[in-house]
């Protein structure tokens, strides 16, 4: 709405108020507009004398229209603006990935994994940088980048759906809105020119069929009537006429007769561009800009002020034509200045779906579960450390030892993060983001085009349906469905033969040339499609009747052309009749009348027979026949209709047309018919499963309270013996109202449960009872509420609906622009559909929970006891990122593909407050997690005597994968394997097997991951059997993976290996040595030899140990790098102390076996620190290192070298 107020072209002639050079401004155009009737008619007087004074301010001639010279056309487009609406411009793929990543999962997940990346490139200060280092760095970032990896996922898939969403809806529009043009009278000629080319001042020439593109004011017209339904929702036609009703208003359709208007407002400033404005779907900030650079500030102003104006006024009539401008209130509250942005501000915002709040809830407790579980696992790891170190051994906290604890505190915090990924469902965005995307294309095919893809989840919550009557729950088609013929009550169509046939030659004959030639019955549109009607619905109800009986109507219209009719009386609303007067060969002359059935009725003094001869028709004969056959019908809904017919013989000369009465009487009955729009045949089995399913359905439309109540009996809305409430508009709203005509939500909630049919309702009366259905707080559950709508008046309660369903036929830009689903067969059981889709779609993300929280149960817990107890989890993480990313992604697309099943519309609605995980859900994850817990622990620590391997609990952190975690790990994800079985079931189902084959996807998942599963744990090195067949040669006496790091190094050749595997041989011998050296040394002081025995712990150890020193020999460095390290290894810390701590000497300093001189007190100091050593292996390295520091010798006392070189 940028133009609606600009100010225009400065001209010293006219005065400021003035448009340029124009003689009436915008805003008081649009203030024209918004008038009805009489009152338009005294402002039209008032401003401009009449319509010609009109025109001639808008400088144009009410005959030859405008010049059409361009640069008038121009001026036009810029003082008035164009005949265009700017669509809402589609959200660029950045903007939908932006939204996507605002998803609270998404963002915990996204902390994660950034912690956790940065945790993987952090170097501990002093690192020696030796190879475990570089092995750990390597695969510490994997699980960062995965993590990060499945959000990139997920986001970009919800993106590009709701793009191509987006995409789809508009090929639709474009579609509907292909070129169309529109008759204008320009320099004298009549032409058509595209309707965005139309501006104000045109004179265009408006006809039947004609749907209006911009506002204007009739200048003369014959007999035009125009549904004005779309704007207000009054189905009956509106008559216009220069001297009762001149305004022709953008969007409505023309039903009769034919015209001329100046055009006085286009786009954004006609009304339907109103609405669509308030709608905020114009964009206009673009015309705003170039404008202010145009205007001077003080111009902005006023334009400000102006627009403001406008727009209020604006939003007031634009729903409230009916002139109850209180009833605005619910949609302008806010009746400030700012009224305008707040509302461009507010509408769009709509409440999270169901799902997605508790989604949210739900990933938020995760979060802080998970926080929690790290948080202890730290806090219990550093107080275990702390208490050992400080307390049980009693050593100082010496300064220059700080560096090293803090390395200590970092990898415990580094294991917290792992537990806190472990905990937060990665799988759990993707599950969604996948479910409702397969629903939604699948849901194409049962007819509802999804724009917003969290309507279709809402809806599998829905309480209630708003739904219009016409179109939706019937076919909007008028149809004969009961006739009154040859003495006969026919409950519907008759067969032709059951009638005379001199009755249906007359029948067909007066059906045919007394409807309007203009009303016809034309051939579907597409294949297997109901024949359009076209015209008045009642005639062509008529003409229906006369295709049901197998005549032809058309072939007598060929014969009897329109201008061969001798008089015709059109119907209107006091005759309440029609009648055509035929002159006969003979030169007699046959009039056909047909009318509403008593009135009509009343004129008859003669009925056809059942042979075909008439007979007197008494008036207790008629009140018989009301009894019988009219009371009966209107009961049902029906409009009767009555055809009749009189002949004027030659012998009685030519009548006096004028003299209506005389003419209008004497008539012969030949048939009364009763017309209905006839229910759709699927609708009362849908409406069945609606109430089924704790959907409680109302009718909100516009017809009149009796044919409402029969077509809600009819559908199964209202049942015999119910104590529901039907009220008409003006009676709901002097019940919802206060004495100062405000509306009181205590007084809708009196009315709402019991309310099932609002009649004559206005399109702000469906706004307030959608608004305080979801405003109260009188049911338990807040009312989720879906709204169907298709005319423009339905804009408001769409949007305001939590699912608003649009007609994708019959609706008009508006609805479908403000609504959430697209029916495209504007069909009432496709919303059932929808329903059943929606219930799926939450289902199958319980499902996924169900499977995805009892992974994440067992391996929080698995990860925290295993780091608690063995300082190491059991599941790496990368392993449980496997499990994690591939299963879960698998699982979520295995278990989101369920096809829905009509047992879903068995049960009530979810409700907003049910928590998401029920209690079978709950007893589900919490059993089945306890199960896999104990076959887990039970694996963990009695694994190696069940299946008689090695224990790999305590191997070095970078040992080969062993056996026998091997042998948990596989077996915790086979348990998910067949948990994901479990998970098809989640209401207490006791066979979980159930249609397991319907669903393809999911068995090949299931058998795919588990085929994955088995290629992934074959061990890489088949080389076992090497090693156990001889151990006599030196070459097996060295394990593969000594070989790979000694490879490793640098390229060398094969004389150099053999030399070094002869001093690692040599060194294993010295060891064996010191080993026995220490036993004694132990004795000798008196304390336990556990420190000695504990060097032999582990073999993988020992060849470490002899390994770095022939590294240490080769590589000419200090000795001391990474030998504390295998000491260490079995120590309660191993498990962090990758990052070895070194001295650096000042020059490199390669031990001979001469340096022993240099320490000849050696013993004795080895012998005070060898208790210590006994106690705890770390204490070696975070005091004794410092000691040696200190005493500047180049072996630390108590290391393996210092006791080798002293045996030595």
Request: contains cysteine; negative net charge; aromatic residues 6%.
């Amino acid at each position: 709405m940028a133009n609606n107020s600009y100010s225009g072209v400065k001209n010293s002639m006219m005065e400021a108020n003035h448009d340029g050079e124009f003689g009436c401004t915008l805003k008081e155009l649009r203030s024209l507009m918004e008038l009805r009737g009489a009152e338009a008619i005294s402002k039209i007087g008032e401003s401009y004398g009449d319509v010609q004074g009109l025109c001639n301010r808008l400088k144009t001639s009410p005959t030859d229209g405008l010049s059409g010279q361009p640069t008038d056309i121009e001026k036009r487009k810029t003082v008035f603006g164009q005949n265009f609406i700017p669509p809402k411009k589609p959200k660029t793929f950045l903007q939908l990935v932006w939204e996507a990543l605002q998803d609270v999962t998404l963002i915990i997940l996204e902390v994660a994994a950034v912690v956790s990346l940065g945790l993987s490139f952090y170097k501990p200060p002093d690192a020696a940088g030796g190879v475990e280092d570089e092995n750990e760095a390597e695969a510490g970032w994997i699980e960062g980048a995965a993590i990060l990896l499945s959000v990139i996922c997920v986001v970009l898939v919800t993106a590009f759906n709701d793009w191509s969403k987006e995409k789809q809806f508009r090929g639709l529009q474009s579609r509907i809105e292909q070129e169309q043009k529109f008759t204008v009278v320009r320099g004298g000629q009549v032409i058509q020119i595209p309707v965005a080319e139309i501006v104000v001042g045109d004179i265009a020439q408006v006809k039947y069929g004609d749907l209006l593109p911009a506002d204007g004011v009739l200048i003369q017209g014959n007999d035009l009537k125009i549904d004005e339904s779309s704007l207000t929702g009054e189905s009956d036609h509106v008559k216009k006429t220069q001297e009762k009703d001149p305004m022709l208003l953008s969007g409505t359709h023309v039903m009769e007769g034919s015209g001329k208007m100046v055009v006085t407002a286009v786009g954004v400033n006609s009304q339907t561009g109103i609405i669509f404005t308030l709608l905020g779907s114009g964009d206009d900030e673009d015309d705003e800009e170039e404008e202010k650079k145009k205007e001077k500030e003080e111009k902005k102003k006023q334009k400000k002020n102006k627009k403001q104006d406008g727009s209020v006024e604006n939003r007031k009539k634009a729903k409230a034509q009916d002139g109850a401008a209180m009833e605005m209130q619910p949609l302008n509250s806010d009746e400030g200045a700012d009224a305008e942005e707040k509302k461009k501000a507010n509408l769009p915002k709509k409440e999270k779906s169901v799902l997605q709040g508790k989604l949210t809830k739900l990933a938020v407790q995760i979060g802080k579960a998970g926080l929690v579980m790290s948080a202890i696992t730290v806090i219990i790891l550093v107080v275990l450390f702390v208490v050992d170190t400080f307390w049980i051994q009693n050593l100082p906290w010496i300064k220059d030892c700080t560096p090293i604890y803090i390395q200590f505190f970092v990898k415990f915090f580094i294991i917290g993060v792992t537990v806190l990924v472990v905990a937060v469902p990665e799988g759990l965005p993707l599950a969604v983001t996948i479910s409702l995307a397969y629903s939604v294309k699948k849901m194409m095919k049962d007819n509802n085009l999804v724009r917003h893809l969290d309507a279709c989840e809402t809806m599998g919550n829905a309480t209630a349906i708003c739904s219009d009557k016409t179109g939706t729950l019937t076919m909007n088609r008028m149809t004969v469905v009961q006739a009154y013929v040859a003495e006969k009550h026919f409950k519907k169509v008759p067969e032709p033969e059951n009638i005379p046939s001199s009755t249906l030659d007359v029948l067909i004959l007066g059906i045919a040339v007394n409807c309007a030639y203009t009303t016809k019955i034309m051939p579907p549109e597409k294949e297997g499609g109901l024949p359009r009607q076209v015209g008045n619905k009642t005639e062509c109800a008529l003409l229906g009747f006369s295709n049901d009986l197998k005549r032809d109507y058309q072939n007598i219209r060929n014969e009897i052309p329109e201008e061969k009719l001798y008089k015709v009386y059109t119907f209107n609303s006091v005759r309440k009749s029609m009648s055509t007067v035929l002159k006969m060969a003979d030169g007699s002359y046959r009039m056909f009348s047909k009318g509403a059935s008593e009135i009509l009725l009343k004129k008859c003094y003669k009925i056809l027979t059942a042979n075909g001869e008439p007979k007197v028709f008494r008036p207790r004969d008629r009140d018989d026949m009301v009894k019988k056959v009219i009371e009966p019908m209107a009961s049902e809904g029906l409009r009767t209709i009555c055809l009749a017919y009189r002949d004027f013989p030659v012998s009685e000369g030519e009548p006096d047309w004028d003299s209506e009465t005389d003419i209008l009487t004497g008539l012969t009955c030949i048939c009364v018919v009763g017309i209905e729009d006839p229910v759709r045949p699927e609708v009362p089995d849908a409406i069945r499963k609606c109430q089924r399913a704790g959907i409680t359905v109302r009718m909100v439309t516009g017809d009149n309270i009796n044919t409402a109540r029969a077509i809600a009996t009819k559908c199964g809305i209202l049942q015999p013996g119910d104590d529901f409430l039907c009220l008409e508009g003006k009676e709901f709203n002097r019940r919802i109202r206060n004495e100062k005509g405000e509306i009181e939500q205590e007084r809708i909630d009196k009315i709402w449960p019991k309310l099932r049919v609002l009649a004559r309702s206005s399109p702000t009366d469906k706004h307030t009872l959608v608004k305080g259905i979801i405003d109260s707080t009188v049911a338990e559950q807040r009312q989720v509420v879906a709204v169907t709508g298709d005319g423009t008046n339905d804009g408001p309660a769409l949007k305001k609906a939590d699912v608003g369903f649009a007609m994708g036929i019959a609706g008009t830009d508006v609805a479908k622009e403000a609504s959430d689903i697209i029916l495209t067969d504007d069909n009432f059981s496709s919303i059932v559909k929808a329903v059943m889709w929606g219930r799926n779609v939450y289902d199958s993300i319980s499902k996924f929970l169900q499977f995805q929280l009892t992974v994440n149960v067992v391996a929080v817990i698995v990860a925290f006891t295993g780091a608690c107890i063995t300082q190491d989890s059991p599941l790496k993480a990368v392993q449980m990122l496997w499990v994690n990313l591939i299963m879960d992604t698998f699982a979520s697309l295995a278990l989101a593909t369920e096809p829905p099943t009509e047992a879903l519309l068995l049960r009530k609605p979810y409700g907003r407050n049910k928590p998401l995980i029920s209690r079978t859900m709950m007893k589900n994850i919490l059993g089945q997690g306890v199960f896999q817990l104990i076959i887990i622990f039970t694996l963990l620590f009695a694994g190696e005597k069940l299946f008689d391997i090695d224990s790999g609990r305590d191997a070095p952190l970078h040992a080969p994968p062993s056996e026998h975690y091997t042998i948990v790990f596989n077996t915790f994800v086979l348990m998910q394997l067949f948990n994901e079985i479990n998970a098809r079931k989640i209401h207490g189902e006791r066979n979980v097997f159930e249609g397991i084959f319907n669903n393809l996807i999911f068995c090949s998942i299931v058998f795919g991951t588990f085929i994955i599963q088995v290629i992934s744990t074959i061990p890489t090195s088949r080389l076992k059997f090497l090693k156990t067949a001889g151990h006599g040669t030196q070459k097996e006496e060295i394990p593969d993976e000594e070989l790979e790091e000694l490879e490793d190094m640098d390229e060398i050749d094969h004389a150099e290996r053999e030399l070094r595997r002869g001093q690692i041989l040599w060194f294993r011998g010295l060891n064996r040595i010191q080993t026995q050296m220490d036993v004694v040394s132990a004795f000798q002081s008196g304390t336990s030899f556990q420190g000695a025995l504990r060097r032999q712990a582990s073999n993988s150890s020992q060849q470490q140990h002899d390994i770095r020193v022939v590294n240490a020999f080769r590589s000419s460095i200090s000795l001391y790098e990474g030998l504390e390290k295998p000491e260490s290894r079995t120590s309660i810390h191993n498990f962090m102390t990758h990052p070895e701590f070194r001295i650096e000497d000042s020059e490199p300093h390669i031990p001979l076996i001469d340096d022993t001189d240099a320490e000849d007190d050696a013993p004795t100091k080895r012998n005070s620190a060898s208790p210590r050593n006994n106690n705890n292996a770390v204490e070696s390295s975070n005091h004794l290192l410092p000691e040696g520091t200190k005493s500047g010798t180049p072996s630390a006392p108590g290391s393996p070298l210092h006791s080798l070189e002293t045996s030595l």
